[in-house]
């Protein structure tokens, strides 16, 4: 069992920059794919980028390709989602995800943290 716990939300203005963290229990984290995804106000979750087990892939959602990235500390069992040139579009619960036979762009992964509220104002 993997329990998955995001940090670093908040409200930042339009251009600015956010440092999303997610602290991962368990010895097996580096066998996991690791995922971010967000949901804003009734709209379905959606995939925004992911990272292979090892690290030395990265995968991202055409809207924040250039502008997020995404990386992973197998030895700190955690993985990041660093966010520039934010928009307010781009304000939504963000959410952590592990899965175990790699990377999806659906929902359909394995864990699931809480989420962290990212809301960016104009």
């Known amino acids: 069992q993997v329990q998955l716990v995001e940090s670093g939300g908040g409200l930042v203005q339009a251009g600015g920059s956010l440092r999303l963290s997610c602290a991962a229990s368990?010895?097996?984290?580096?066998?996991?794919?690791m995922g971010w995804f967000r949901q804003a106000p009734g709209k379905e979750r959606e995939f925004v980028a992911a990272?292979?087990?090892?690290?030395?892939?990265?995968y991202y959602a055409d809207s924040v390709k250039g502008r997020f990235t995404i990386s992973r500390d197998n030895a700190k069992n955690t993985v990041y989602l660093q966010m520039n040139s934010l928009k307010p579009e781009d304000t939504a619960v963000y959410y952590c995800?592990?899965?175990?036979?790699?990377?999806?762009?659906?929902?359909?992964?394995?864990?699931w943290g809480q989420g962290t509220q990212v809301t960016v104002s104009s």
């Open positions: 990272i292979s087990w090892s690290g030395n892939r990265a």
């Open positions: 995800a592990g899965r175990i036979e790699g990377v999806v762009t659906t929902t359909r992964w394995d864990y």
């Open positions: 368990g010895r097996t984290f580096s066998s996991y794919a």
